[in-house]
């Protein structure tokens, strides 16, 4: 079955930096495109960034381009978020995404925490 498990999180600075990963398994990786979505309580779900098939092509929402880079590895079937210049406002459970034949998975989310 699909899954999907994200790692990387924790607290940060405001200006710090983190790398969030989402090992998958149970699909054909390198045929599928991959997504980053975050989430505050009580605010829907965000599409943060998203890459296509062979990390040709990338996509992130205004407030985090320039700051965040979406990249993958198709031979270790991994996902990278890596996050810099980090804001307060970008404080969230970041998940891992994918839609499989019509089907959306999420990983279990990573909680990013940027404070002083």
């Known amino acids: 079955q699909v899954q999907l498990v994200e790692s990387g999180g924790g607290l940060v600075q405001p200006g710090g930096s983190l790398r969030l990963s989402c090992a998958a398994s149970g699909f054909t990786f390198n045929t599928a495109a991959m997504t980053w979505f975050r989430q505050t309580p009580g605010r829907l779900r965000e599409l943060v960034a998203a890459?296509?098939?062979?990390?040709?092509?990338?996509n992130y929402m205004d407030s985090v381009r320039g700051r965040f880079t979406n990249s993958r590895d198709n031979d270790k079937n991994t996902v990278d978020l890596e996050m810099n210049s980090l804001k307060p406002e970008d404080t969230a459970v970041y998940y891992c995404?994918?839609?499989?034949?019509?089907?959306?998975?999420w990983g279990q989310g990573t909680q990013v925490t940027v404070s002083a």
């Open positions: 890459i296509t098939e062979t990390g040709g092509i990338t």
């Open positions: 995404s994918v839609v499989i034949r019509r089907n959306r998975y």
